[in-house]
């Protein structure tokens, strides 16, 4: 039979062992749910792209239309999409703007009815009905992600893991603020 000392040892060397495995778990499972945010995040980086170029192509299908309109289309046109390593409140802007543009082409389609009837605009506005629902869905994920992460970086005990190794909360993708905003029915 061992002598107490050494099996005290042995608790001890197998409670370290065993502390370090979760240590190393906790870690890991940090960065597998970085990789999906960031997986997620290049979705959204992606839909934002195809949502761009359907503005652009809605834009020169309709320009000759557009006379008040044009020059607010034409700054959202020449904008940059941020990249992928900008912050998402960035990207959430560039959605924005992007939003009101295809608002602003949606509203000169429905005052026209020549050009509500042209097969190229109807098929860009259904391809971007499309990517809209892509984007959607690709922010639900990234949100969901996101939800994960952060709640595992403020619970007890993994917060304490993510404090010695800096993994910091991450910015949702919000809806737009005028979405957002309470409903008003005038009648």
């Known amino acids: 039979m061992p002598s107490p000392g050494v099996t005290i040892l042995i608790i001890v060397g197998v409670v370290l062992f065993l502390f370090f495995v979760w240590y190393i778990s906790v870690v890991n499972s940090f960065r597998r749910m970085l ?6 995040e290049s979705s959204i980086d992606i839909a934002l792209t195809k949502r761009f170029d359907m503005l652009t192509k809605l834009f020169q299908a309709t320009k000759g239309y557009m006379k008040h ?3 607010t289309l034409q700054k959202v046109i020449a904008m940059r999409q941020p990249a992928h390593s900008a912050p ?5 802007e560039f959605a924005d703007q992007v939003t009101r543009g ?17 097969e190229s605009v109807t098929n860009l506005q259904n391809a971007t009905v499309e990517v809209e629902e892509n984007l959607q869905a690709s922010r639900r994920v990234y949100n969901s992600n996101v ?18 190794k800096h993994f910091e909360k991450r910015a949702f993708f919000e809806a737009e603020a005028a979405k957002r905003a309470d409903v008003n029915f005038d009648f």
């Open 88 to 92: 998402m409140e960035q990207k959430q």
């Open 102 to 118: 295809l608002q602003a082409i949606n509203v000169v389609v429905e005052q026209y009815p020549d050009l509500k009837a042209s």
């Open 69 to 71: 309109e044009a020059e």
């Open 35 to 40: 990789i999906k945010i960031d997986e997620s």
């Open 147 to 164: 939800s994960i992460y952060n709640q595992k970086v403020v619970v007890f005990p993994t917060n304490i893991i993510a404090n010695m």
